[in-house]
C-alpha cells in the first residue's frame, strides 16, 4: 500500500465519486435549501465541440497569401435585402445580440450602441422594449419581437432599421425568460407595464401566433406595419437545426439568427443552460446545408451566435457559411464584465472575477447587469464604448488577419476547405477532414476512403501481376 | 400629392396597396374610409397611426387593426386571430364572431367583440379594456399585466392565469380558473364599470352572473412554501 494515498482507518481510499462528485451534493443541498431550481446567468458550463476545435491551413507553396499591409481585405456585408427591404449594411460582419435593457443597465445598452455605430455594425434591443438612449446612439438598431412583447410600440418599430422574430433563444430554448425582482425597479417595471420588484417570467410563446405557418401571417403583419422597409429576421434557438431553418424560409424571413447551445443569458435555470440545445458550430453547419438544400443560401442571409468569443471563432464560423455573427456575452466582457476591479462586491456575491456569473442577481460590480443606481455610474459610458470598440476593431482585424492568410481579399471568401479539424468529431459534425488525414469523419467519407483504398489495391494488384508475368 | 379615398373595393388591390391608402386617408384628414369586399384578408389596418374611422364591409382575417394608435375601426363580419393585437389606443369594433388571441397585448384602447372568441383572448394585456359579447376560449386572460376584460358569456379553462395585474369580469360560467387567479368581491364602482362599458355597445349588464377575477398575487415572488401554485406555473 502506497502512503501518497489518503485512506481512512479500515485502509479504503479516499476518493470523490463521479456520480456524487462535490458539485453534484452542493447542487441537491443548495435545491433542498432553495425548493426551487437554480438560476444563474451568462451560460453554459459545459465543454461544447466548439470552433477551437477547427484549426486553419493557411497559404503555403499550394497557395498565396496576402500582404497584411498593403493588400486589401473586404469584411463588408448586406443582411436582409430578400424582400426588397432597405438592408442592414455591416461595415464587419459582427451584430451585437438581442440584450434587454433590464437585465443591461442603461450605460451598458447606450455604450454597446455607440461602440456598433462608431465600427459601423447594428445592435439589438431586446426583452423590455427600445430604449431612448439606446436609439439614439445606434445607427443601426434591430427591434426585438419577443413573446412577452414587454414595452413592445409600434412607433419604436417604426423607428427600426430591422425587426428580429425571437422564437428562442441558445441558452434556454423552448422557454421564456426570467428577470427576478431585484432587478424590476420601479423605471424597468414601468417600462414592462409589472409591478416593481416582481420575478417577471416571460412567456415561451408568442401571445399572437403559434406555429410557422401563422409566422408568415405574424411577417406580413409586420411588413405591413413598416410599409415593407425594414428587414425581417427570426432568431432561432438551436434545437431542430435544418427543420427550423427551412420552416423560416418558408414564412419569409429575410434573416435567420441561430443562436447555439453556447449562447449566454441574464438569467436561466441552470439545468437549461446545460441541457438543451445544439453547439453553435454544429447548427452552423447543419443550417448551411438547410438553406443550401432550400437553394436559398446568401438570399436568405444567416447570422450565427451562441459563445463567439473572438475574431477567430468569427473567421471559422464565417468559413463554415455564416454570413455573420452577433455577440451578446463577449460584448458584455469587453464592456468590463468580470473585470477585477471592486473585488469585495464579486467576494459578497461568494464568486470572483473571472468566474461570475451573477447577472440574475442585480449586484454586478460592475454596473453591467444592475439596475442599482450606484452600481450603474461605475460604468462610465464613454470609456465602456471605447472597449467594446476596441474589441470590436480587434475581432475584425482578426477576421483579415486570418483571410489573408489563406489568400483571400474577402473575409467572406474563407470556407471550409481553408480548415482542419483537430478533434474526431469536430471533423464528424463538419465534414472538415481531420488533421493527418484526407477524409473526415463522416459516413459518405469513410464510403469515398473506402473505394478509393479499393480501387488502390486492384490497381496495385494489376500492376503486380504484371510484373510478376 | 396625396390621394383622398373614402372608399376602397380590396378585391382591386393588395394588401399593401389597401394599407398604404388607409394610412394616407388618415393622414390627410379623411374622417371615413369604408372598405368593400375585404374577403378575410390578413393583416389589414394595420399601424394606423391616425384618428380616422374605417369601416369594414364583410370579414377580415388575421391581425385586423394590429398596432393601431387612434383609429376607430369597424368590421362588419367576423374577423381571424389576433384582431387588434398590440393596439395602442382608438378603438375596433366587430360585429361578429373573433378567432383566437382576440385583444392580445392591448397597451390601451378598446376592443369589442360582438360575438364569441377563441383561445387566449386578452393574453397579455397590458391596458386598455377588451370587451366580448360572447364567450372566450381557454387561457384567456393569460399573463395579464394591466387593463380591464369583460366576457359576458362563459370562460373556457385557465382563465387568467398567471396574470399579474388587471380586472377579467365574466358573466357567465367559469370552467376553471387559472394559476393563482382569484375571485374578488363585486362592488358598486365595478357594476358601474360594467354598465357604462356594455352600455357602450347597448348591452345590458344587469342579466349577467358577474365574477371579478383579479390575481392572487402568489406568483409575484418566488416562495417555496407556495409550491402547489409554482407547480403550474413554473
Redesign the interface.
Known amino acids: 500500500m502506497s502512503d501518497f494515498i489518503p485512506r481512512g482507518e479500515d485502509g479504503h481510499v479516499h476518493q470523490k465519486l463521479w456520480v456524487w462528485s462535490p458539485e453534484t451534493i452542493d447542487d441537491i443541498q443548495t435545491k433542498a435549501e432553495?425548493?426551487?431550481y437554480t438560476n444563474r446567468g451568462l451560460g453554459t458550463t459545459r465543454r461544447t465541440p466548439h470552433f477551437q476545435d477547427l484549426t486553419f491551413v493557411p497559404c503555403t507553396l499550394s497557395r498565396v497569401p496576402l500582404e497584411g499591409y498593403r493588400e486589401a481585405c473586404d469584411t463588408s456585408v448586406e443582411i436582409g435585402a430578400r424582400h426588397g427591404a432597405k438592408p442592414i449594411r455591416l461595415a464587419t460582419p459582427i451584430t451585437i445580440a438581442g440584450m434587454s435593457y433590464g437585465a443591461l443597465s442603461r450605460n451598458a445598452k447606450q455604450a454597446l450602441g455607440m461602440a456598433a455605430t462608431r465600427v459601423g455594425i447594428s445592435t439589438t434591443t431586446g426583452d423590455g422594449g427600445m430604449l431612448d438612449l439606446e436609439r439614439e446612439a445606434s445607427d443601426q438598431l434591430v427591434y426585438q419581437v419577443l413573446p412577452?412583447?414587454y414595452g413592445?410600440?409600434?412607433?419604436h418599430?417604426?423607428m427600426a432599421n430591422a425587426a428580429e422574430i425571437v422564437i428562442g433563444q441558445g441558452a434556454k430554448p423552448g422557454t421564456g425568460g426570467v428577470l427576478l425582482?431585484a432587478k424590476v425597479s420601479p423605471i424597468i417595471a414601468e417600462a414592462?407595464?409589472?409591478?416593481p420588484?416582481?420575478?417577471q417570467?416571460s412567456?415561451c410563446r408568442h401571445?399572437?401566433?403559434v406555429g410557422p405557418d401563422?409566422l408568415q401571417?405574424?411577417i406580413?403583419?409586420l411588413?405591413?406595419?413598416?410599409?415593407?422597409a425594414i428587414p425581417i429576421y427570426i432568431k432561432i434557438g438551436a434545437c431542430r437545426v435544418a427543420d427550423d431553418v427551412k420552416l423560416a424560409c418558408k414564412a419569409g424571413a429575410d434573416v435567420i439568427v441561430m443562436d447555439g447551445l453556447e449562447g449566454g443569458t441574464g438569467a436561466s435555470p441552470d439545468s437549461l443552460m446545460d441541457h438543451t440545445g445544439i453547439p453553435t458550430m454544429a447548427a452552423l453547419v447543419e443550417a448551411v446545408a438547410a438553406l443550401r438544400e432550400m437553394q436559398l443560401e446568401g438570399v436568405v442571409n444567416l447570422i450565427i451566435s451562441g459563445g463567439i468569443r473572438n475574431g477567430v471563432d468569427a473567421a471559422k464560423a464565417l468559413a463554415l457559411g455564416a454570413d455573420a455573427v452577433s455577440i451578446g456575452t463577449a460584448a458584455m466582457i469587453a464592456l468590463g464584465c468580470n473585470k477585477p476591479v471592486y473585488v469585495e462586491d464579486y467576494e459578497r456575491m461568494g464568486t470572483e472575477p473571472g468566474a461570475c456569473h451573477h447577472c440574475h442577481t442585480g449586484l454586478c460590480p460592475v454596473g453591467i447587469t444592475t439596475q442599482d443606481e450606484d452600481l450603474i455610474a461605475r460604468l462610465p459610458v464613454d470609456e465602456a464604448a471605447d472597449h467594446v470598440t476596441g474589441f470590436l476593431n480587434s475581432m475584425t482585424q482578426e477576421m483579415q488577419m486570418f483571410a489573408r492568410a489563406c489568400g483571400k481579399n474577402d473575409v467572406h471568401d474563407l470556407e471550409p476547405e481553408d480548415m482542419r479539424a483537430m478533434t474526431i468529431e469536430a471533423s464528424a459534425i463538419t465534414g472538415i477532414p481531420l488533421v493527418g488525414t484526407d477524409f473526415a469523419f463522416r459516413p459518405e467519407s469513410f464510403a469515398d476512403a473506402i473505394m478509393r483504398a479499393m480501387t488502390a489495391q486492384t490497381t496495385n494488384g494489376h500492376s503486380d501481376q504484371k510484373v510478376h508475368h | 400629392m396625396a390621394t383622398l379615398i373614402s372608399e376602397i373595393d380590396c378585391s382591386q388591390h393588395t394588401t399593401r396597396e389597401i394599407n398604404q391608402a388607409i394610412k394616407r386617408a388618415a393622414a390627410d384628414g379623411v374622417p371615413d374610409v369604408r372598405l368593400t369586399n375585404p374577403a378575410a384578408r390578413h393583416c389589414l389596418a394595420v399601424a394606423v397611426m391616425s384618428p380616422t374611422r374605417i369601416v369594414f364591409d364583410g370579414p377580415v382575417g388575421w391581425y385586423c387593426g394590429g398596432m393601431c394608435d387612434g383609429a376607430e375601426i369597424v368590421v362588419n363580419g367576423n374577423c381571424g386571430w389576433s384582431v387588434g393585437e398590440n393596439l395602442m389606443s382608438g378603438s375596433i369594433a366587430v360585429h361578429g364572431n373573433g378567432g383566437s388571441s382576440a385583444g392580445a397585448t392591448v397597451r390601451g384602447g378598446r376592443v369589442f367583440i360582438e360575438g364569441d372568441t377563441g383561445a387566449r383572448t386578452g393574453i397579455a394585456m397590458k391596458g386598455g379594456t377588451v370587451v366580448v359579447g360572447g364567450s372566450v376560449g381557454y387561457m384567456s386572460g393569460f399573463m395579464m399585466q394591466r387593463g380591464t376584460m369583460i366576457v359576458c358569456g362563459d370562460a373556457g379553462d385557465g382563465i387568467g392565469d398567471s396574470m399579474y395585474e388587471g380586472t377579467v369580469y365574466v358573466g357567465g360560467t367559469i370552467h376553471a380558473l387559472g394559476a393563482d387567479c382569484v375571485e374578488a368581491e363585486l362592488s358598486g364602482d365595478d357594476r358601474a364599470l360594467l354598465e357604462s362599458e356594455l352600455g357602450a355597445n347597448d348591452i345590458d349588464s344587469g342579466g349577467y352572473d358577474w365574477k371579478k377575477l383579479v390575481s392572487g398575487r402568489k406568483l409575484w415572488n418566488f416562495s417555496k412554501h407556495e409550491y402547489d401554485a409554482w407547480r403550474a406555473a413554473l
Not at chain 1, 152 to 155: D, E, Q, V
Not at chain 1, 223 to 228: I, V
Request: net charge neutral; glycine share 12%; charged share 40%.
Open positions: 432553495l425548493g426551487r412577452s412583447r413592445f410600440n409600434p412607433h418599430l417604426r425582482g414592462r407595464t409589472l409591478p420588484g416582481v420575478d417570467r412567456p401571445p399572437d401566433f401563422d401571417i405574424k406580413e403583419e411588413r405591413e406595419a413598416t410599409d415593407g
